[in-house]
């Protein structure tokens, strides 16, 4: 590859450039398949065709753990909070003689189940739609945690696979 900072030739993809000292894909000046000058905006090389690496690639890379971490919180806390609802639900309704009370936790425990799983999708930076909606559907369980999750996954869609 060709350093996107400084445009010397590195062999491999080294993690600093040998001539400029910087990471080799932090730079916006030249291509990392040819080693033309490109323009600091340009998505694709006019020599080569080739998509420019992008600097915001690396500094991302975090982001999909980061909302994984937080859509597997705020399921538990959804499930935690369904179990609990169903088990005073169930009691209550027993006590009271309505049956189907005890099933108003289970839309608390099915979506902190789809959050955990999407959490664990994003974690693994596989199927971005999966993380999203794991993400989406922890919203109900905590907001808080729910919100930052999917402002990552939305950020950070290249880092998957
Ligand atoms: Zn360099
Ligand atoms: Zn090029």
């Given amino acids: 590859m060709f350093c ?17 000292g910087a990471k080799p894909v932090t730079g916006s000046s030249f291509c990392q398949a040819c080693g033309s000058p490109t323009d600091h905006l340009a998505e694709i090389c006019i020599k080569c065709g080739a998509r420019l690496q992008k600097a915001e690639a690396v500094g991302r890379a975090w982001m999909p753990t980061v909302a994984g971490i937080l859509s597997i919180i ?23 003689g309505i049956f189907w009370f005890g099933t108003i936790g289970a839309p608390l425990i099915a979506i902190g189940i789809v959050a955990i799983l999407g959490g664990v999708f994003a974690l693994r ?5 999966l993380a999203l909606a794991g993400a989406i559907c922890a919203l109900p369980c905590s907001w808080i945690l729910s919100i930052p999750a999917i402002v990552f996954l939305a950020l950070s869609k290249q880092e998957f696979k």
């Fill in 4 to 20: 996107r900072n400084c445009g010397k030739e590195l062999i491999g993809t080294p993690e600093i450039c040998l001539g400029c």
């Fill in 125 to 129: 930076k596989r199927i971005w739609g």
């Fill in 74 to 96: 705020a399921g538990a806390i959804g499930l935690f909070g369904g179990i609990v609802m169903a088990t005073i639900g169930g009691i209550v309704g027993a006590a009271e």
